[in-house]
């Protein structure tokens, strides 16, 4: 069964506890960090992911978007996140397998992210060692964008190498997934699809997540 894992970056955060609990049907609660830098916004950081933990048991999908992420990703996953997501483009090269050990060191899952101009091959060396690769179909930093269909052979690579290999590895797409596309992702193998503004704004999301899912047309 498809995932869902509704961002709430599209939430209305004077009541956030409530927000959460109209999408706990949902499978992942997406966590978007943004420090402006690496992305050219700035958002939510460890206080309120404190925050939201003690108010929920949903698995917390925390996607850093943010410079040199191997110098937070211990404090993020001791904060309450049960995945912790991380660009591949964000630093370099000698910190990224450290920075995923640190985060199963503390027993969590890790993840890591890929931008639209990075090619999917960039992961395939990394993906033995992940729990979640992530798909960016949009330019990460900002909600509401429109999704681009052209990345799906990415998400179809991945599907062909994980299970070549064998690999537990989950496949996850974020960015313009509404029912639509949500359908293009699922035929190309993803197993978990992130969705903002599309959940947050439907009239009955409960209804929504299970669209997105495939259960209702």
Do not use: W
Not at 53 to 80: C, N, Q, S, W
Not at 128 to 152: H, I, K, N
Not at 182 to 194: I, K, Q, S
């Amino acid at each position: 069964m498809t995932k869902i894992a509704p961002s709430i970056l599209s939430a209305d955060f004077a009541c956030l506890g409530q927000e959460i609990r109209s999408i706990e049907t949902a499978d992942y609660l997406h966590f978007d960090v943004m420090d402006g830098l690496f992305v050219p916004n700035i958002s939510i950081g460890i206080p309120v992911l404190e925050s939201v933990r003690k108010i929920t048991d949903m698995t917390l999908d925390v996607h850093l978007m943010i410079d040199r992420p191997h110098r937070y990703v211990e404090r993020f996953a001791d904060a309450g996140a049960d995945l912790v997501v991380f660009h591949l483009e964000a630093d370099a090269q000698e910190d990224i397998r450290p920075a995923l050990r640190a985060v199963r060191a503390r027993g969590k899952r890790a993840g890591l992210a890929v931008k639209p101009a990075t090619p999917a091959e960039d992961l395939i060396p990394y993906l033995s060692e992940l729990d979640l690769a992530l798909v960016m179909t949009v330019e990460p930093g900002f909600g509401g964008q429109r999704f681009m269909e052209d990345m799906l052979p990415k998400v179809e690579l991945l599907r062909k190498t994980v299970d070549r290999e064998g690999l537990p590895c989950e496949i996850e797409v974020d960015g313009g997934v509404n029912p639509a596309t949500a359908a293009l992702c699922r035929a190309a193998g993803a197993d978990v699809l992130v969705a903002g503004s599309d959940v947050f704004r439907a009239a009955d999301r409960a209804a929504r997540i299970a669209q997105l899912r495939g259960e209702t047309a």
